[in-house]
């Protein structure tokens, strides 16, 4: 299984961002796919969490309201549309897919990455 993210870069406060996931393998057949993020000296958070089956979904209340999680199945492709940023959403940002259902939020409850890609607000 191969995760590959795309669509970091650099964005003034205030402004939008879409990061895009591209699975090796269907999305669907992913029990849960998400969105961490991992800031300068910080542990690994969960931002966003999604059950593929129900689309029950988790938000870390630092993004909710600013962030969106969506899928495309037929293009195996996970989506994380960020509006509103802001500098402390500043981070490296991880595709995560696991295989399992009934995990939760931590990092150690995905087995599979992405190489990650970086996001900058100013």
């Known amino acids: 299984v191969q995760l590959v993210e795309s669509g970091g870069g650099s964005v003034q406060a205030g402004g939008a961002l879409r990061l895009s996931c591209a699975a090796s393998g269907k999305t669907s057949s992913f029990a849960r796919m998400g969105w961490f993020r991992q800031a300068p000296g910080k542990e690994r958070e969960g931002a966003v969490v999604r059950n593929t089956r129900t689309r029950s979904t988790y938000y870390a209340d630092s993004v909710k309201g600013r962030f969106t999680i969506s899928q495309d199945n037929a293009k195996n492709t996970l989506y994380l549309q960020m509006n509103s940023l802001q500098p402390e959403d500043t981070a490296m940002y991880y595709c995560?897919?696991?295989?399992?259902?009934?995990?939760?939020?931590?990092?150690?409850?995905?087995?599979?990455w992405g190489q990650g890609t970086q996001v900058t607000v100013s």
């Open positions: 995560a897919a696991s295989l399992l259902y009934g995990g939760g939020t931590s990092s150690s409850d995905f087995e599979y």
